[in-house]
């Protein structure tokens, strides 16, 4: 399967510790987003990476959050000090931007619950 | 960003064709309208996209009207596994992010 991949799938974590989530595109996709799901809503905005630049982040991420992509590849999203307000799904995805229109396919996500 | 309606929730038979219409009055002529589906706690899956011409692929037929203010999104024959929430898209490409709404909740009943 070349589709992308998250990891982890489902994370537990206590309030105040610090998580990161992998995000694996597609192959040569040269873009990559993150997106925060909370239940009953569609999935928001957070960050999105053009190669190993980030070139646009939301005002939903606060300072607590950072996002990394370094060769272009994979990325990793980082939370510190987390809340028991970040428990959400989140989710990334990748395209090919040629320019004119693209199309974003999703990983599976990953499901984090903060107690 | 243009703005979307869509209906909170439909019932489509199993077997018949599933209309899912999308109001999206204030699109701008450079913006494209996509449609993703999300099955209960999967990622959201492209099912579609078009500009101005009607698209068909092998998962579903996009009908946009002539002045582009709406689309229909068609499931020529649902069945149990298009249960989903459906999202209409219009995303203009560079400098604008995809801004999802809260759906259609489409339940294929046997």
């Known amino acids: 399967d070349t589709g992308v991949s998250q990891d982890p799938r489902h994370k537990i974590t206590k309030r105040g510790q610090n998580v990161t989530f992998r995000c694996d595109p597609i192959s040569e996709h040269n873009r990559l987003y993150w997106y925060r799901q909370t239940l009953g809503q569609g999935p928001e905005f957070l960050t999105y990476?053009?190669?190993?630049?980030?070139?646009?982040k939301s005002r939903l991420l606060s300072d607590r959050f950072s996002a990394e992509r370094p060769k272009g590849s994979f990325s990793t999203l980082e939370i510190q000090r987390t809340e028991q307000g970040d428990s959400a799904m989140y989710l990334c995805a990748s395209s090919l931007w040629g320019g004119r229109e693209e199309t974003q396919y999703f990983g599976p996500g990953t499901r984090l619950l903060v107690l | 960003d243009a703005k979307t309606t869509q209906p909170p929730s439909m019932d489509c038979a199993e077997g018949r064709a599933a209309n899912l219409p999308c109001n999206h009055s204030?699109?701008?002529?450079?913006?494209?309208v996509y449609w993703y589906r999300q099955i209960h706690s999967q990622g959201p899956q492209y099912i579609i996209h078009?500009?101005?011409n009607n698209e068909t692929n092998e998962m579903a037929s996009l009908i946009i009207t002539e002045d582009r203010k709406s689309s229909t999104l068609i499931l020529p024959h649902a069945t149990l596994r298009d249960t989903a929430v459906y999202y209409c898209?219009?995303?203009?490409?560079?400098?604008?992010?995809?801004?999802f709404g809260p759906g259609t909740r489409l339940s294929v009943l046997p």
């Open positions: 078009g500009l101005k």
């Open positions: 204030t699109i701008s002529g450079n913006e494209y």
């Open positions: 990476f053009q190669n190993e630049a980030q070139l646009e």
């Open positions: 898209i219009p995303w203009g490409g560079y400098g604008q992010n995809f801004v």
